[in-house]
């Protein structure tokens, strides 16, 4: 595990006279809790010298909290050496990654400019992450670092995909323009943009819709990796591929918590070996159940369908006036036909006549004939109070059509989603790419997601959720599950206490960032409800992972979040790796750390060099070419130095794998 953590430096990071600049260090600029993750993932995990710049002044979006940022950086550091110190005295200190190393310098700057990039030590580092919550002047920043240092890899958080595959291009021609005959490998790893939203967007739907699937894609394929509960006496489940994880021995406990990095042995235990699942008991599982095929990206669809289908354009009462309207008439006709003998078409025709007034008045025909007549005439009558109500339901219907939609009153069964930033608009297309009924509640009219819930028809509900009536407004008692994902603790935790007074049974996922708090939150919860489902999500502990291993410049397939605890499934070159090179499949599984899932199969030169990426239809609209990934592996296969493979890997299993030589590229 990890040794002692030296302490934080107490004044600002300038170096020290006569002390010479280090290289080859990792340099992270941002202004949230992103950041502040980041830093601790590449100091605490992966043992990297990390220079950590945030703007002077309190964290803009939680101007609550007293500490600047400097201080919640401070905090945060701290509580994480005293975690790895306490780690390191029960005598699980082995595979350091910190010894030798320095404490996170920490700078403070309203903006990364030159001058500041450059007291940074930007032309000296290995990498550099740009995660301000403000695309603009991540975008401002990259430019500026990769002019100063070409050889730089970036990752740069971007919330618009289309800026950011653009400016991924730019960046890395601009460094093959600097560094003429630079290797392909190098500079595939040289930029990239990342998006914290769309990171953790998945796992946050999947915990509100069933709280037990997780979906990683790797080369058109769909891993899925599923909770289980712990088998009955008696019982025999279906062990699935391989055990990915044993959950907390908590979990069923109404008095339990989620388990973190800091729970020891009563928290979950991710990659165990075969002796520790066949030993635990009372324990569920995650385990790899399925792989199947991908379909090709498809945009999200509107609740409701395309187009303006009657029930949106017509009312319930209308149709329902309308549909009397023609019962009578047709039993008009059916009486004419039995008491005049006349045609069927001619019975209709004359029937018409007498509901839009325009025949003459049957003086001399039968009794029956007049008595017709009369009853058309009056069932004629409540066709124009018909017609005026289509007309002008259909004009309202016209007018309101780019306005937000309302709930229906027959909704059900629907996922309430809380907050339309970032994180809620992506979950949100998450969600009805599922095809998923959700009605969203936002308290600002100009949030990033009102237009997208819009387009899609999605039902909104505007105004403050903390407020009565705003969640009846959004039908919560009918509901599935609540996603709590505003960017305030205490706003998710009031709204998930009020839903919860609604509706006991009701599915909760609500966004904490702090994980003391998360685990109180969820033990009361628990303790109060222990039959209704709780989760507690934190965005940046899910993307942190991702950011990491990019700075490493190795290629994440996707984060799977076990409690509060996270696995991450990535791609590697066995070559350089000899913890996998000449190892069998069976002796290259290290238990708690790494196991081989997958080995691709595909010739060293026709590869995806992107496995999250979906492979390319054939032109011709024919089917797409199989997958050259092995899922099946012979425990005896011999890993060879051409081979790629997808591991599970717990975070300071993967920095073990990636362990990079403290040096840089040569300077020419």
Not at 121 to 149: F, P, Q, S
Not at 555 to 564: D, Y
């Amino acid at each position: 595990m990890l040794g002692f953590v030296p302490p934080l430096p107490q004044q600002p990071g300038r170096p020290q006279p006569g002390r010479p600049p280090a290289t080859g260090h990792m340099i992270v600029c941002g202004d949230d809790a992103l950041a502040r993750r980041l830093a601790v993932e590449l100091r605490f995990v992966y043992g990297e010298r990390v220079t950590l710049l945030l703007p002077p002044g309190r964290d803009a979006n939680s101007p609550e909290t007293p500490l600047t940022q400097r201080g919640r950086a401070a905090a945060l550091f701290g509580r994480m050496s005293a975690a790895m110190n306490r780690t390191a005295a029960t005598g699980n200190g082995g595979n350091d990654t910190n010894a030798g190393v320095e404490a996170v310098r920490i700078m403070e700057a309203p903006e990364p400019s030159d001058d500041v990039l450059e007291e940074a030590g930007v032309d000296r580092a290995a990498a550099l992450a740009l995660v301000y919550d403000d695309d603009e002047r991540n975008i401002r920043a990259a430019l500026t670092a990769r002019r100063l240092n070409p050889r730089l890899r970036l990752v740069i958080r971007l919330y618009n995909r289309k800026l950011g595959q653009h400016l991924e291009e730019l960046l890395d021609q601009a460094a093959a323009v600097a560094m003429p005959g630079i290797d392909p490998a190098l500079l595939d790893a040289s930029t990239t943009v990342l998006s914290d939203a769309d990171t953790a967007a998945p796992a946050l739907a999947a915990t509100a819709l069933t709280g037990s699937s997780k979906i990683i894609q790797a080369e058109g394929l769909l891993l899925r990796a599923a909770e289980r509960p712990p088998p009955r006496p008696g019982e025999t489940l279906d062990p699935g591929l391989c055990t990915l994880a044993l959950l907390s021995s908590t979990t069923n406990d109404p008095a339990g918590s989620e388990g973190s990095d800091s729970s020891g042995a009563e928290g979950p235990e991710l990659l165990p070996s075969e002796e520790t699942v066949a030993a635990a008991e009372g324990r569920g599982t995650v385990v790899l159940e399925a792989i199947s095929r991908a379909d090709p990206d498809r945009p999200a669809t509107r609740m409701g369908g395309r187009g303006a289908p009657l029930a949106q354009v017509f009312s319930r009462r209308l149709r329902w006036s309308a549909l009397g309207v023609a019962v009578a008439a047709l039993s008009l006709v059916v009486a004419s036909l039995l008491t005049t003998k006349d045609t069927a078409v001619h019975s209709t025709y004359l029937t018409l006549l007498d509901l839009l007034g325009m025949n003459d008045p049957a003086e001399k025909a039968p009794a029956a004939r007049q008595i017709i007549q009369l009853l058309s005439g009056i069932a004629g009558l409540l066709l124009l109070p018909l017609l005026i109500a289509a007309v002008l339901e259909a004009f309202g219907t016209l007018r309101t059509a780019s306005s937000l939609r309302r709930p229906p009153r027959g909704l059900s069964g629907h996922v309430v989603l809380l907050g339309l930033g970032k994180i809620g608009t992506r979950v949100l297309v998450r969600l009805r790419e599922l095809d998923i009924p959700v009605v969203v509640v936002e308290e600002d009219p100009d949030a990033r997601g009102i237009p997208l819930a819009r387009s899609m028809h999605v039902p909104t509900v505007l105004g403050d959720v903390t407020q009565e009536g705003v969640l009846e407004a959004a039908k919560i008692r009918r509901a599935h599950a609540l996603l709590a994902l505003t960017s305030i603790d205490t706003t998710n935790l009031e709204a998930t206490l009020y839903a919860r007074s609604v509706k006991p049974d009701l599915r909760v996922a609500l966004r904490l960032y702090d994980d003391e708090f998360a685990t109180a939150v969820y033990r009361t919860l628990r303790t109060a409800h222990p039959q209704a489902l709780t989760r507690s999500r934190s965005v940046s502990h899910l993307a942190a992972p991702s950011f990491a291993v990019a700075m490493m410049g190795r290629q994440i397939l996707g984060a799977v979040p076990v409690e509060r605890k996270v696995m991450l499934f990535a791609a590697l070159e066995v070559a350089g790796h000899p913890q996998l090179e000449g190892r069998t499949v069976q002796q290259a599984f290290q238990a708690r750390s790494w196991r081989v899932l997958a080995i691709d199969a595909t010739p060293p030169a026709d590869r995806n060099p992107d496995l999250a990426a979906l492979p390319p239809y054939p032109p011709d609209g024919g089917a797409q070419p199989p997958s050259g990934l092995v899922w099946d592996l012979r425990p005896e296969y011999v890993l060879r130095a051409q081979d790629r493979v997808v591991i599970a890997a717990t975070r300071r299993g993967l920095a073990e794998l990636l362990r990079r030589q403290r040096s840089v590229l040569p300077q020419q």
